[in-house]
Nanobody, 115 residues
Framework: QVQLVESGGGLVQPGGSLRLSCAASGSIFSQFVMGWYRQAPGGQRDMVATINWTGGTDYADSVKGRFTISKDNAKKSVALQMNSLKPEDTAVYYC?????????WGQGTQVTVSS
């Protein structure tokens, strides 16, 4: 089964940048979707960005133009570059994997945007 480990979260001022990384272990099926979800305190876990095996991407309206998702198939990893961060981006960010052979969630990494 696939396991996911996130890194790169932390505290940043409004307008700053962070880069989140997600490393996968186990057998990755050739056709997959990976992405990032986030959950603010008291809120729902919502999709932020996804990328599939062809490189196709999807973004939440709230992050379009600010966040960029990318992948490295050889390293079995996915990253989320977050620019122009806003206080409303504060949340726990979770990496996600899905394929015909299984699905997995990372443990979550905290992102706090505050001055």
């Amino acid at each position: 089964q696939v396991q996911l480990v996130e890194s790169g979260g932390g505290l940043v001022q409004p307008g700053g940048s962070l880069r989140l990384s997600c490393a996968a272990s186990g057998s990755i099926f050739s056709q997959f979707v990976m992405g990032w979800y986030r959950q603010a305190p008291g809120g729902q876990r919502d999709m932020v960005a996804t990328i599939n095996w062809t490189g196709g991407t999807d973004y939440a309206d709230s992050v379009k133009g600010r966040f960029t998702i990318s992948k490295d198939n050889a390293k079995k990893s996915v990253a989320l570059q977050m620019n122009s961060l806003k206080p409303e981006d504060t949340a726990v960010y979770y990496c996600y994997y899905n394929s015909r052979t299984g699905r997995a969630w990372g443990q979550g990494t905290q992102v706090t945007v505050s001055s």
